[in-house]
């Protein structure tokens, strides 16, 4: 049972890590336009010769 | 591309940075393709630093340095791409970043990590119930349970603690009473008993309930979101500018609110009059249509009374305003609605009545099972409130906060592929709950817009030619004669005299086409005004004159709409603004015999309120600004894409296509969702049928309250989910 003493730490620490990941997606707007995201991909870059 | 181009300069903003941003709602872009070619079109203007589209939104964000170029460049080449655009008035728009939203988003987050982490400590925990799990060991995973659950439950709880303190405070109660209550009793009972070494702590059912309304919350957000945003959209459509004449000639755009009585506007072809006023130059077609219904356009002149929202259609008009925008028809229209919307935001949806029901009643039986084992037995305080705080997590509304969201969301997304638009989730309630549907005649059972109607007993040669005039003019017989025709040359020498027709040359013959008695036809002496102005004549040189019929055709399938309708025994009723003979000619096609024509916007309001005083409840289809009143004060109401803008901001649904079956779909959707949401509901009724009596007489461990609170709120989300794939039989396709 004293592994749980690490081990129970590093489970939050990585939860914790996805929650902050995900808060900052939230946060610098990402999820505001879902529909232009997936199209712009497809935009092609204005390169230099064109 | 010869679309009406609105001059956006008075909604610039002028940032102290040097720079100007504006913001245009764009219509009619979908694609990645679009994306490019507006960023890339607008960028490339001088002076424009950045150029950024929302596609969800449609919206579109410009900053240019101040004085680099005129706004108006900027909606003039949308135009020229292709793209109708509308600037969102500053003033008008909600910093609408939509912080609501993130924080809920927010919030599910950490709800949702909580209730994950907290889970796996506790099926540990349950798993070694059996005698594996020493007490220490049980002990640790409560305090590390404890630590997470408390502050995320602090962080995750805010938006129901907050609401319940408001309605505390005022002295009601709503849902997030009892939520609120069973989170912070099963937190303080699980801390009590993680303190004194007990065996069971609610830690995880406490934030998983958070975690599951959170989600209920965020969809009923979601969608009252996406009807703001339509609403503003509409509002930027509204927000015109007009062209004032200065003292010296000169020609400045201002916005509409700025115009004052006595004030000289230039109306070219193609704008709407911003306020009423009188025409003191020129003399034009009118399209009233919007205003009061008529599908013919008129032909008017100096001193002829112009009411906001008209449309010049053939020649330059400079009109004298006599009535700012706050004394026009329009605002008084914009005033009726604003009561008629007044009203309807006194509908209580069905979770609220369902929770009115619901909340008293698990409180009492909380209280009762705490007084009946404190009481009537002697296991003692502790025991008693385990029981009373068991019976408030278990009944806790989480199936019923789940249960209308999650339909709602279902049947407006399943709407929105069939072209409706919902504009609020209990627009569905309330569409669903109506037994009469009036409609309005013009642009609504009609097209709105003229077709010809004798196209077989024409030769093509004469329809081929009289296009050739007919390409010069922006008239609707002439439109109409150009849609039959297609596309092709342009006569020479085009000339069109206002309220007469267009002249021209072709091959060398000169060639009219227009009103009969300018045309050189004798015209029947019977034949009233009216159906004059649903013909037209065509000749050519010394040739025979050939006669074009016109009529506003009725939109696809409105028979069968009507028809369909009237099975569900629903009260199916017409009212125009129109004159008597053309409201019976479209109420004879589409099947309807209660029709009442020549009314004006009040008529129709008085119509609306007496029947509403006999308790029915009205839904409302129209298109007209002499509809919108209306469609305010109906119990529900539908408008097609084709509307007045005012009209499709009252409405409730807007459908697009020619057909009218959307009408039908969305009655028949909204009847599904309020199944559905009653099922839930029913089915929620039933899971504390079952589950009470366990709560009250103490059966009830964190396992089964976790696996009843989960499994209730599945079943309600699967139950929503089937409104997705069901298929009316014998649907109008």
């Avoid at chain 1, 232009?36 to 204005?46: Q, S």
């Avoid at chain 2, 709120?713 to 109008?732: C, D, M, P, Q």
Wanted: net charge negative; proline share 4%; aromatic share 6%.
């Amino acid at each position: 049972m004293t592994a749980l003493i690490y081990l129970i730490p590093i489970a939050l620490f990585l939860g914790g890590l996805g929650l902050a990941a995900f808060i900052w997606t939230v946060r610098s707007g990402q999820y505001d336009d879902l529909e232009g995201a997936a199209e712009r991909i497809l935009i092609d870059d204005e390169t230099e010769d064109s | 591309m010869n679309a009406h181009v609105v001059d956006p300069t008075p909604f610039a903003q002028h940032l102290p940075d040097g720079k100007s941003r504006l913001e245009l709602s764009v219509h009619g872009a979908h694609c990645g393709g679009c994306i490019a070619k507006i960023e890339g079109g607008v960028g490339s203007l001088t002076g424009v630093g950045a150029a950024r589209l929302n596609l969800s939104t449609g919206k579109l964000t410009v900053s240019w340095r101040t004085g680099a170029l005129a706004p108006m460049a900027i909606t003039r080449k949308l135009n020229d791409l292709g793209y109708r655009a509308a600037p969102f008035d500053p003033k008008a728009l909600a910093r609408d970043a939509d912080e609501e939203g993130k924080f809920l988003l927010r919030c599910l987050a950490v709800a949702g990590f909580a209730a994950a982490n907290i889970m796996l400590l506790s099926v540990a925990v349950w798993a070694g119930h059996d005698g594996e799990m020493g007490p220490a060991t049980r002990a640790m995973m409560h305090w590390v349970s404890a630590a997470i659950a408390l502050p995320a439950a602090a962080f995750a709880g805010r938006p129901f603690f907050r609401s319940a303190y408001t309605a505390l405070k005022a002295g009601r109660a709503n849902m997030d009473v009892p939520i609120s209550l069973a989170v912070i009793l099963a937190l303080s009972l699980s801390v009590f008993e993680t303190l004194n070494h007990g065996r069971d702590a609610y830690f995880d059912a406490a934030v998983m309930l958070l975690f599951f309304l959170l989600i209920g919350r965020f969809l009923d957000h979601r969608l009252r979101m996406r009807s703001r945003a339509a609403a503003q959209d509409l509002l930027a459509m509204q927000a015109t500018t007009a062209s004032r004449l200065g003292a010296n000639g000169q020609l400045e755009a201002v916005s509409a609110t700025d115009i004052g009585v006595g004030d000289k506007l230039l109306l070219s072809p193609g704008d709407r009059a911003p306020v009423d006023g009188e025409i003191a130059e020129g003399a034009s077609d009118i399209d009233v249509s919007l205003v009061t219904g008529e599908s013919a356009p008129a032909h008017m002149t100096i001193g002829d009374k112009l009411h906001a929202g008209v449309l010049n259609i053939s020649s330059r008009l400079i009109m004298r305003a006599t009535a700012t925008t706050d004394e026009s028809l329009l605002a008084d229209l914009t005033r009726l609605i604003e009561t008629g919307e007044q009203g309807k935001s006194k509908y209580v949806r069905l979770a609220d009545r369902a929770a009115a029901l619901y909340v008293p009643l698990v409180h009492s039986l909380a209280l009762a099972t705490f007084l009946g084992w404190f009481f009537l037995s002697d296991a003692g305080l502790r025991v008693a409130v385990m029981n009373a705080v068991a019976v408030l997590i278990i009944t806790c509304p989480c199936a019923l906060g789940l249960a209308a969201p999650a339909v709602q969301v279902v049947a407006t997304g399943r709407l929105f592929k069939e072209g409706v638009l919902v504009k609020s989730g209990d627009a569905l309630e309330r569409l669903a709950e109506v037994d009469a549907f009036i409609f309005d005649k013009t642009g609504t059972l009609t097209l709105g817009r003229l077709t010809l109607a004798n196209q077989e007993t024409i030769a093509p040669e004469s329809l081929a030619k009289a296009a050739m005039l007919a390409r010069a003019s922006r008239h609707p017989l002439a439109r109409a004669i150009v849609a039959a025709a297609g596309s092709g040359p342009l006569a020479k020498d085009v000339y069109e005299t206002s309220g007469c027709g267009v002249e021209g040359l072709i091959d060398g013959a000169r060639a009219r086409f227009g009103r009969a008695d300018w045309v050189g036809v004798a015209t029947d002496p019977g034949q009233d005004e009216a159906s004059q102005s649903s013909e037209a004549w065509f000749q050519l040189g010394d040739q025979p004159s050939v006669r074009f019929q016109f009529e506003d055709k009725i939109r696809t399938h409105a028979s069968e709409t009507i028809a369909a309708l009237k099975d569900q025994h629903v009260n199916v009723e017409m009212l125009s603004g129109d004159r008597k003979a053309p409201a019976r000619h479209i109420a004879d096609l589409a099947g309807i015999d209660q029709w009442r024509a020549n009314l004006s916007p009040m008529d129709k309001i008085a119509r609306l309120k007496e029947l509403q005083s006999q308790g029915v409840k009205i839904a409302m289809v129209g298109d007209g600004l002499n509809d919108a009143p209306a469609l305010a004060s109906a119990h529900a109401s539908l408008s097609p894409g084709t509307a007045a803008d005012a009209s499709q901001a009252a409405a409730d649904f807007v459908f697009q296509g020619a057909s009218l079956s959307p009408v039908l779909t969305a009655y028949d959707v909204s009847q599904k969702a309020r199944s559905r949401i009653l099922e839930n509901f029913a089915f929620a009724a039933l899971y504390n049928v079952c589950a009470i009596p366990l709560a009250v007489f103490g059966f009830v461990t964190p396992l089964i309250a976790a696996l009843a609170m989960s499994g209730s709120s599945i079943i309600v989300t699967l139950n929503a989910l089937r409104l997705s794939s069901y298929h009316k039989e014998g649907a109008i396709r």
